[in-house]
Structure formats: C-alpha cells, structure tokens
C-alpha cells in the first residue's frame, strides 16, 4: 500500500511537471520572431501626463507618432508632440531585441508598497494577424524598458 501511494505521488508530479512544461512552452510567443506588423499603440499615464505612442507599419517605413494626451471640453484630447519616420526593418529589429512578442498577457500587478508610478497598456498586431496586449502599473514585462528609450531616441534624433 505504501508503494502505491508513492508510485502514485511520482506519477502526480510527472503530470504536473509536463503540464506547466506544455503550458509554458507549447505556444508561447516568447521566442517566436517577429517578421512584421501593422500597428503598434502604446499608451502611458502617469500622475501629470499621459502619452500614447502609435506605430504604424507603412511598407518598407514606420511611422513612429508621440500624442500628449490632455482632457479638455470635457474629453480627453490627443495633441502630436513629435513624429518620425524610419525604416521598418530598423524597428523590427527593435521589438526583437526587446522580446516584444513575448509581451502578450503581460499584466504587471502594481507592486505594493510602491504608492506612485506609470501604468501602461499596450496593443499591437504583429506577424500578420497576431494580436498582442499588455498593460500594466509600476510593473513592466522584460525588455519595456528598452523598447521605450529606443522610441524615444527615434523621436528625438530626427
């Protein structure tokens, strides 16, 4: 009796490790490449401000636009800071250097203890009809970091 229980707890763990396994891996976007996408909308609030970056795929061009979001007329307002147009392999090579693909489900509880920060939300449809969304507060999948100090140097190098 005492070996069935414990051929039976083996055999528990077995299917526990292979489903997490399955779970984790089978499907998982994480290191799919990217080859292309449509469009990108990337919106960050803060205590002050609120932008939205859009990224548009244009062909062999991107169009990278910064909005200033503000509330007037009783609406929220987009008014166009900065844009910039680059080479779309250019920005590829950018959402794959920061793991863009494996982004989708991200949800970045806001940490506790932490009583101020950015939220974000993020859409975006990539490598044809993949769909990707993210959001998060104080909390940002690896590699966002990254993603939006490349937007930005884009933005304000041109």
């Known amino acids: ?21 399955i779970k984790k891996f089978s499907g998982s976007k994480a290191s799919e490449e990217i080859h292309s996408f449509e469009k990108i ?10 932008q939205e ?13 910064l909005y200033q979001i503000f509330y007037a007329n009783g609406k929220d307002e987009r008014r166009l800071e900065k844009n ?7 920005m590829i090579e950018i959402l794959n250097s920061c793991g863009f693909s494996g982004w989708n489900g991200f ?15 993020l859409e975006a449809v990539i490598n044809d009809s993949e769909k990707i969304h993210a959001e998060g507060s104080a909390n940002f999948p690896k590699g966002y970091s990254e993603f939006k100090k490349e937007l930005n140097k ?3 190098d041109n």
């Open 84 to 90: 910039v147009t680059v080479k779309t392999e250019e």
């Open 107 to 121: 949800y970045g509880k806001h940490p506790k203890n932490v009583s101020d920060g950015d939220m974000f939300r």
């Open 41 to 50: 909308n990337l919106r960050i609030s803060g205590m002050r401000v609120t």
């Open 1 to 21: 009796m005492k070996n069935f229980f414990l051929i039976l707890l083996l055999v528990i763990a077995i299917i526990v490790v292979v489903f997490i396994s």
């Open 154 to 156: 884009m933005l304000n």
């Open 53 to 65: 970056y859009e990224i548009i795929c244009r062909g062999d061009e991107t169009e990278i636009l």
